[in-house]
């Protein structure tokens, strides 16, 4: 490797280890001469001189080197400074790569807006502890049009200090590491520049403009963001498994006690809030985007959200995008959650959104009470589908303002053991929705005060489930429409009452649910009573606060 000489400071342009001058000159190229070694120190830069501010910083295989890794230290007190830096062996086979770490009390500042600094092939950048790192524009990982196929290490980021990162574009094979604190106006894992990883295990991320991950691009990959600890907040809007691919498995996941990620979003609307699953043109196989909320782990969401998004206008396309709510975790949305929907004319598709809450709470609610829980939206005149699931199983609590699932059979609710809330609700399975399930516990229905909850395909409660009537303080119900159809108590099935502050007169009546004809009649919380009555050309089940002598707790 011959040395190159410095050049005079001028504003240039260099992209990927290729100059292009620009009208005043190009910018000089600062080569790392030494094996492990300090920033500071000039012998181990070509020309002897540590680079500034203006120069391109440039680490790659050292020749002398018997193989490993070789460590830049960017030691306690040291300020460093670069235009752009490039860490790459040239070669993913090659057995050594520039590592660059910033010490407790180190800085490394990269300054250029124009140039894209990377991080590839097994090379390294590591933020310890106290240290300090800043950049605009950062890439880790092989470019795109590199195999990735049976190599290791294509590049990585570990932020344990304290870093800033305008642009954060995560390529083939990156990862990226943060138990510190890390701001990143767009952060991009994969998509349109290959698959990537990115993994926080503690501290604090937060993303000011859009996080993507596998948005763009035509390619066959994985992406992933995984939060195992401290907090995410994302303040723009956010996309998984996005636009046009071929295959795409996708996964955001936040798990872990006192792990949260914070989505506030850009806006209300879905354009501006947060897609799982999107499909806009051109051919497209298969695109899977999975969000994970898990163990104990709390995701909060501010804006619209939209699972399996289809909006081209080819044929075959599979869209499946799922939200796994499990084991004490909680999701909280203020805004619309779609699963499955169809915005433009296509053919032989099937675009899938589930949303599955297993031992653990979802909610879709805000103050306005407006907040919509809708699953399948076809919106389009063409012959594909647009499905929507939900799933509660293992006692999962799911509460929301308004339940929409009227796609006929291509909505599906199954409640096997849990609990839906809802104070509105439309419900069209085009056949008989199901509580419950043969040898499971049962799972509730519970009609939210003062809300009508439309069950036009039929109303089936197995034994062990219950329909829930809830009042609020005023003595306000939920009533049950099942339309022209049947509602049907198996026996061992249960009318559940909840009182909020509300203490009935013995002896009231309550209408709670009206059908073509009722079969079979639920066992009522102690305290009430229930029955079937015949008025006109329908029957009605009756709440009763049954007389006095029985005492009523008030739960």
Not at 82 to 97: N, S
Not at 259 to 264: A, E, F, Y
Not at 399 to 415: E, I, P, W, Y
């Given at each position: 490797?011959?040395?190159?000489?410095?050049?005079?400071?001028a504003?240039?342009?260099?992209a990927?280890?290729?100059f292009?001058?620009?009208?005043?000159?190009?910018?000089?190229?600062?080569?790392?001469?030494?094996?492990?070694?300090?920033?500071?120190?000039?012998?181990?830069?070509s020309?002897?001189?540590?680079?500034?501010?203006?120069?391109v910083?440039?680490?790659?295989?050292?020749?002398?080197?018997a193989?490993?890794?070789?460590?830049?230290?960017?030691?306690?007190?040291?300020?460093?400074e670069?235009?752009?830096?490039k860490?790459?062996?040239?070669?993913?086979?090659w057995?050594?790569?520039?590592?660059?770490?910033?010490?407790?009390g180190?800085k490394?500042?990269?300054r250029?807006?124009?140039?894209?600094?990377?991080?590839?092939?097994?090379?390294?950048?590591?933020v310890?502890?106290?240290?300090?790192?800043?950049?605009?524009?950062?890439?880790?990982?092989?470019?795109s049009?590199?195999?990735?196929?049976?190599k290791?290490?294509a590049?990585?980021?570990?932020n344990?200090g304290?870093?800033t990162?305008?642009?954060?574009a995560?390529?083939r094979?990156?990862?990226?590491?943060?138990?510190?604190?890390m701001?990143?106006?767009y952060l991009k894992?994969?998509?349109?520049?290959?698959s990537g990883?990115?993994?926080?295990?503690?501290?604090?991320?937060?993303?000011l403009?859009?996080?993507?991950?596998?948005?763009?691009?035509s390619?066959?990959?994985?992406a992933?963001l995984?939060?195992?600890?401290g907090?995410?907040t994302?303040?723009?809007?956010?996309?998984v498994?996005?636009a046009?691919?071929?295959?795409?498995n996708?996964r955001v996941?936040?798990?872990?006690?006192?792990?949260?990620?914070?989505?506030?979003?850009?806006?209300?609307?879905?354009?501006?809030?947060?897609?799982?699953?999107?499909?806009?043109n051109?051919?497209?196989?298969m695109?899977?985007?999975?969000f994970?909320v898990?163990?104990g782990?709390?995701f909060?969401n501010?804006?619209?959200?939209?699972?399996?998004?289809?909006?081209?206008?080819?044929?075959?396309?599979?869209?499946?995008?799922?939200?796994?709510?499990?084991?004490?975790a909680?999701f909280?949305c203020r805004?619309?959650?779609?699963l499955g929907?169809?915005?433009?004319?296509?053919?032989?598709?099937?675009?899938?959104?589930?949303?599955?809450?297993d031992?653990?709470?979802?909610?879709?609610?805000n103050?306005?009470g407006?907040a919509?829980?809708?699953?399948?939206?076809?919106?389009g005149?063409?012959?594909?589908?647009?499905?929507g699931?939900?799933?509660?199983?293992?006692?999962?609590?799911v509460c929301c303002?308004?339940?929409?699932?009227?796609n006929g059979?291509?909505?599906?609710v199954?409640?096997v053991?849990?609990?839906?809330?809802?104070?509105?609700?439309?419900?069209?399975?085009?056949?008989?929705?199901t509580?419950?399930?043969?040898?499971?516990?049962?799972?509730?229905?519970?009609?939210g005060?003062?809300?009508?909850?439309e069950?036009?395909?039929?109303?089936?409660?197995?034994?062990?489930a219950a329909?829930?009537?809830?009042?609020?303080?005023?003595?306000?119900?939920?009533?049950?429409?099942v339309?022209?159809?049947?509602?049907s108590?198996?026996?061992?099935?249960?009318?559940?009452?909840?009182?909020?502050?509300?203490?009935?007169?013995?002896g009231t009546?309550w209408?709670?649910?009206?059908?073509?004809t009722?079969?079979?009649?639920?066992?009522?919380?102690?305290?009430?009573?229930?029955?079937?009555?015949?008025?006109?050309?329908?029957?009605?089940?009756?709440?009763?606060?049954?007389?006095?002598?029985?005492?009523?707790?008030?739960?």
């Amino acid at each position: 490797m011959s040395e190159p000489h410095r050049k005079s400071h001028a504003l240039p342009l260099v992209a990927m280890g290729l100059f292009i001058l620009a009208s005043r000159g190009a910018r000089s190229e600062s080569y790392w001469t030494a094996e492990t070694g300090e920033w500071n120190v000039n012998a181990n830069w070509s020309g002897e001189t540590i680079p500034g501010a203006d120069d391109v910083v440039v680490a790659t295989n050292y020749p002398g080197s018997a193989g490993g890794a070789y460590l830049v230290r960017v030691s306690d007190g040291v300020v460093a400074e670069c235009a752009q830096l490039k860490l790459d062996t040239g070669d993913v086979g090659w057995p050594i790569a520039p590592h660059v770490t910033v010490e407790g009390g180190g800085k490394l500042y990269i300054r250029s807006s124009e140039l894209n600094s990377y991080v590839n092939s097994k090379s390294a950048v590591h933020v310890e502890d106290g240290g300090e790192f800043s950049a605009v524009k950062l890439l880790v990982g092989l470019p795109s049009n590199t195999a990735i196929f049976g190599k290791i290490g294509a590049g990585a980021f570990v932020n344990e200090g304290k870093s800033t990162v305008s642009s954060l574009a995560l390529r083939r094979g990156g990862v990226v590491t943060n138990c510190g604190e890390m701001v990143v106006s767009y952060l991009k894992v994969g998509g349109n520049v290959g698959s990537g990883t990115v993994v926080q295990t503690g501290g604090a991320l937060e993303i000011l403009n859009e996080c993507s991950v596998a948005k763009d691009g035509s390619d066959e990959y994985s992406a992933e963001l995984v939060v195992t600890g401290g907090s995410v907040t994302n303040r723009g809007f956010m996309r998984v498994a996005y636009a046009d691919r071929n295959r795409s498995n996708t996964r955001v996941t936040v798990t872990g006690k006192g792990t949260s990620w914070v989505n506030l979003g850009t806006g209300t609307s879905n354009d501006n809030g947060c897609w799982f699953g999107k499909y806009n043109n051109s051919t497209l196989y298969m695109t899977n985007g999975w969000f994970v909320v898990a163990d104990g782990a709390r995701f909060e969401n501010a804006c619209a959200m939209t699972f399996a998004r289809m909006a081209g206008t080819s044929s075959g396309q599979r869209i499946d995008a799922t939200i796994a709510v499990t084991n004490g975790a909680v999701f909280f949305c203020r805004s619309n959650v779609l699963l499955g929907e169809l915005c433009q004319d296509s053919s032989d598709g099937v675009s899938t959104g589930r949303l599955v809450v297993d031992n653990a709470e979802a909610f879709v609610t805000n103050a306005a009470g407006t907040a919509e829980l809708r699953l399948g939206s076809p919106l389009g005149a063409g012959t594909s589908e647009a499905r929507g699931r939900l799933e509660v199983l293992g006692g999962g609590l799911v509460c929301c303002d308004r339940l929409v699932a009227t796609n006929g059979t291509r909505s599906v609710v199954n409640v096997v053991s849990g609990v839906v809330r809802a104070k509105d609700a439309k419900v069209a399975t085009g056949s008989v929705l199901t509580l419950g399930a043969e040898g499971a516990s049962g799972g509730e229905w519970r009609l939210g005060a003062a809300g009508v909850c439309e069950f036009s395909g039929g109303l089936a409660v197995l034994a062990g489930a219950a329909l829930g009537v809830e009042f609020d303080a005023e003595g306000q119900t939920g009533f049950a429409d099942v339309g022209d159809q049947e509602l049907s108590f198996a026996s061992g099935s249960r009318l559940n009452v909840t009182l909020n502050g509300f203490e009935p007169q013995h002896g009231t009546n309550w209408v709670v649910a009206r059908a073509r004809t009722i079969s079979g009649l639920p066992v009522a919380t102690k305290g009430w009573s229930v029955a079937k009555v015949a008025e006109g050309g329908r029957e009605s089940l009756m709440l009763q606060c049954d007389p006095p002598g029985l005492k009523i707790v008030v739960r």
